[in-house]
């Protein structure tokens, strides 16, 4: 099983749509949880903590479930800008290195 | 607004030939990690560095692959000699101690012909 495994979609919707990705994780002692979002031809860069109680950044919430090694994403309100490639992020612990999943492609259409 | 820079943003070489990935991590950023990104396995990482003393290299082939941080600002990676099989976007990312998440720099982009 992979440590960190997403659906790579791609997942086309339309502008104002709602869409949730989902990732699992395999080691159960991970500490930390992230979504990264990349860009086409651009590096990876921070889109939010996950915490265990769940958190919202604007149209953005994010929710971790431990007991079955879940987290997810939401997006409301889907602008154009939000098309990108959305990687799902564990730290299995404090000093090793994060683990990424390969990520899900959203594309949003007008 | 600090970033992690990297050189050359693009390399296009022949195979059999070196090749060498610079990276100055953000001031103060005491971790630096070197990842390989394709279609098929996403990123990768290769290796990574805790105060310039290298942690884990297990990601990378260690028979044409070498990384090195010559002081705190400057981290290398080398492929000698060079295959097709080693055309990938390679990014360096750098963080800090205790913290939790990395900062990319903008990658390179390498073709092996």
């Known amino acids: 099983r992979k440590e960190v495994e997403q659906d790579p979609g791609p997942f086309n919707v339309p502008e104002g749509a709602t869409v949730a990705f989902n990732c699992t994780y395999s080691?159960?002692?991970?500490?930390?949880f992230f979504w990264y979002r990349q860009d086409c031809r651009k590096e990876p860069k921070l889109l939010m903590s996950?915490?265990?109680s769940g958190n919202e950044d604007g149209r953005f919430t994010a929710q971790l479930n431990r007991a079955s090694q879940y987290i997810s994403l939401l997006i409301r309100d889907s602008k154009l800008s939000d098309s990108a490639t959305y990687l799902c992020v564990v730290n299995p612990s404090g000093n090793t290195p994060l683990v990424f999943g390969k990520g899900t492609r959203l594309s949003v259409i007008a | 607004d600090a970033r992690v820079t990297q050189t050359p943003r693009d390399k296009v070489t022949e195979m059999g030939q070196e090749v060498t990935m610079r990276c100055q991590p953000i001031l103060g950023h005491n971790t630096v990690f070197w990842y390989r990104q394709t279609m098929m396995q996403g990123l990768e990482l290769l290796a990574y560095f805790r105060n310039r003393a290298p942690l884990d290299d297990s990601g990378m082939p260690k028979d044409r692959f070498s990384a090195e941080m010559p002081d705190a600002t400057l981290a290398t990676l080398k492929i000698q000699p060079s295959e097709p099989r080693d055309s990938a976007v390679y990014f360096c990312a750098s963080g800090s101690a205790g913290g939790k998440t990395q900062y990319f720099g903008p990658g390179t982009r390498l073709l092996v012909l």
């Open positions: 996950v915490y265990s």
């Open positions: 080691n159960s002692a991970s500490q930390s």
